[in-house]
């Protein structure tokens, strides 16, 4: 699997923005599809996932009502939709893609559950 992340760049405060993960190389169905980002100087952080083929999404507690998830299955892309950007956005955001078929976790933000990564995309928000 190999994944594609895109749409970061320098926003102002206030803004939102869409980033997109593309995907190719497998069948993503049966597998979920998930978002972290790392801050400068912090460690990576979940912000949520979906199955691909349910669209069920796990957002971190903390990001519920500041980002949405969503696929376009046509499309093989995922994307973050982040509102009212603040400047504790900025962060490069990554996408993975687990391989296990049909699971599911007791813990989406797992790390280890995310075997695929892309290559990230940064955002910078400023005030």
């Known amino acids: 699997v190999q994944l594609q992340a895109s749409g970061g760049g320098s926003v102002q405060a206030g803004d939102s923005l869409r980033l997109s993960c593309a995907a190719s190389g497998s069948t993503f169905g049966g597998h979920t599809f998930a978002w972290f980002r790392q801050a400068p100087g912090q460690e990576r952080e979940f912000v949520g996932a979906i199955e691909w083929t349910s669209g069920k999404i796990y957002y971190r507690q903390s990001a519920k009502g500041h980002v949405a998830i969503s696929r376009d299955r046509s499309k093989n892309t995922m994307y973050l939709q982040i509102y009212s950007l603040r400047a504790g956005d900025t962060a490069t955001y990554y996408c993975?893609?687990?391989?296990?078929?049909?699971?599911?976790?007791?813990?989406?933000?797992?790390?280890?559950?995310?075997?695929?990564w892309g290559q990230g995309t940064l955002v910078t928000v400023s005030s």
């Open positions: 993975a893609a687990d391989q296990c078929y049909h699971c599911a976790y007791d813990d989406y933000g797992r790390e280890a559950n995310y075997p695929y």
